[in-house]
């Protein structure tokens, strides 16, 4: 039987982003007896090497186009059409707001049997012109991908696809943090060796809401307890004077990193997320991973990706009561933040295994060529 040939189109790829995580990890771990995939990015790689970090055997294309908008983005268009015709793939398979727009496109124009375009958050992003847009774009899709029934539902509602075309397939982990101590130390961090440590891995954009995580860590009972954030971003002043605002003079820290996440999640004592909206947190998984209890709001994806009171605390989106709440019995019980800790660890591996996510995925490519709905 022939390989089912598949081509991946994505925005860009950098080595921190939880979609483009994702995507490599099902890129690498396809099975090359049943698929042959290609990758196509719109703008350059971030990663050096990039086609040895997704795989020795996925042919690469940079199509180098900034923006949709011009002649090179419509010349663009053309030869990746051409391309697809050409090389009679079976699959498009897109990621991120351009990508999604132009693989779409360039799939009809090819003919390509099975369009599949991937949504892994609630649209906090959405305007009324995007929505229009992705409206008229979606008519031609044939399938979603989504990584929750909470950006099933987004999808469904906002974006008006059909919901028996929308498969929901959860994130997977091949790459599972082992039970050593991390090499890592807290005084590393500056963090006294003694202390606690509360820590959140988030990008420092506006949606992650990391001032009510300086808000809250103000308010937490122990004043030995340190805060951290592991992310990136161009200005870090103002959480810094939100921090000394708070009374977190020298207890708040922010680490520029992308490396060794687990490494440096095995040194927290809880891991928080406050973000307003979310479709699957990739942070909140890796936190019970690590075998850490996680504190999260209760928005989007959230629900499926933690067990409220088994692995970890959901707090009504917007309580930062609760949050303190929450934080204060876990830092002041360390039997419960134990146990905790040992239940998310099961339960998070066995629940977002990759090895599911390869086997699910794999299946609903099959499915796809078919033309038939979603029952499942």
């Not at 081509?7 to 007896?33: F, N």
């Not at 009679?88 to 124009?109: E, K, P, S, W, Y």
């Not at 592991?230 to 990193?257: K, M, W």
Request: glycine share 8%; charged share 25%; aromatic share 8%.
């Amino acid at each position: 039987m022939p390989r089912i040939k598949i081509l991946y189109i994505i925005d860009y790829l950098s080595a921190g982003g939880g979609t483009e995580r994702q995507m490599r990890q099902l890129v690498l771990h396809l099975d090359r007896e049943q698929f042959d995939p290609t990758l196509v990015t719109l703008r350059p790689i971030k990663w050096l090497n990039m086609p040895e970090h997704v795989n020795p055997n996925c042919e690469h294309i940079c199509l180098d186009v900034p923006r949709l908008a011009g002649p090179k983005a419509a010349l663009a268009l053309f030869r990746l059409a051409r391309f697809l015709r050409r090389h009679r793939f079976d699959i498009v398979h897109t990621f991120f707001q351009d990508a999604n727009l132009m693989g779409v496109l360039a799939g009809t124009l090819a003919g390509t049997r099975s369009i599949i375009v991937s949504r892994r958050d609630i649209g906090h992003w959405y305007t009324p012109g995007k929505l229009f847009v992705l409206r008229q774009f979606n008519r031609m899709a044939d399938y979603f991908l989504v990584n929750s029934d909470a950006v099933k539902r987004s999808v469904a509602g906002h974006e008006r696809f059909r919901p028996e075309r929308i498969k929901v397939v959860r994130n997977g982990y091949f790459d599972l943090p082992d039970d050593s101590p991390s090499p890592l130390s807290k005084t590393e961090l500056g963090v006294p060796a003694d202390s606690p440590l509360v820590g959140v891995v988030a990008n420092l954009g506006v949606v992650k809401r990391i001032d009510n995580f300086i808000r809250v860590a103000g308010r937490v009972a122990d004043k030995k307890c340190h805060f951290v954030v592991i992310g990136a971003s161009d200005n870090v002043e103002p959480f810094y004077d939100l921090a000394r605002q708070c009374g977190l003079e020298g207890r708040f820290h922010i680490l520029h990193t992308l490396e060794n996440i687990f490494n440096h999640v095995k040194l927290f004592d809880v891991g928080v997320l406050t973000s307003d909206a979310e479709g699957l947190s990739n942070t909140l998984i890796e936190y019970q991973l690590c075998g850490k209890p996680a504190l999260a709001f209760d928005v989007g994806g959230n629900r499926e990706a933690l067990r409220d009171g088994r692995t970890g605390y959901l707090i009504p989106p917007g309580d930062l009561d609760g949050m303190v709440k929450g934080l204060d019995a876990l830092l002041t019980d360390h039997g419960l933040r134990k146990s905790m800790g040992a239940n998310a660890a099961a339960w998070a591996r066995q629940e977002f295994a990759g090895q599911r996510l390869i086997e699910q995925t794999s299946a609903f490519y099959r499915h796809s060529l078919t033309g038939k709905d979603i029952t499942d």
